[in-house]
């Protein structure tokens, strides 16, 4: 599972360094993946807003305008 999770953060962030918008990342990549668990809920953190997108392993993925992680 961890591999899984690796991955999506990987290919997503390829997809960022290609300059490719979020709205895009989401349709191709993040809305179809059987491990996105529901909407991306946009917050405000430390550096800003940013948007996180819920996990099936209870973790988030996060977004914040530059690069995808985990939290």
């Known amino acids: 599972m961890a ?12 997809e960022r360094a290609k300059r490719t918008d979020f709205p895009t990342i989401w349709t191709t990549i993040l809305k179809p993946h059987p491990y996105v668990a529901g909407l991306p809920v946009q917050e405000s953190g430390a550096s ?13 993925l996060v977004f914040d305008g530059s690069s995808f992680s985990l939290a």
């Not at 591999?3 to 390829?14: E, F, G, K, M, P």
């Not at 800003?48 to 988030?60: D, N, V, W």
């Open 3 to 14: 591999d899984i999770i690796a991955r999506l953060v990987r290919d997503c962030n390829a």
């Open 48 to 60: 800003g807003p940013r948007l996180k997108i819920p996990l099936l392993t209870g973790r988030f």
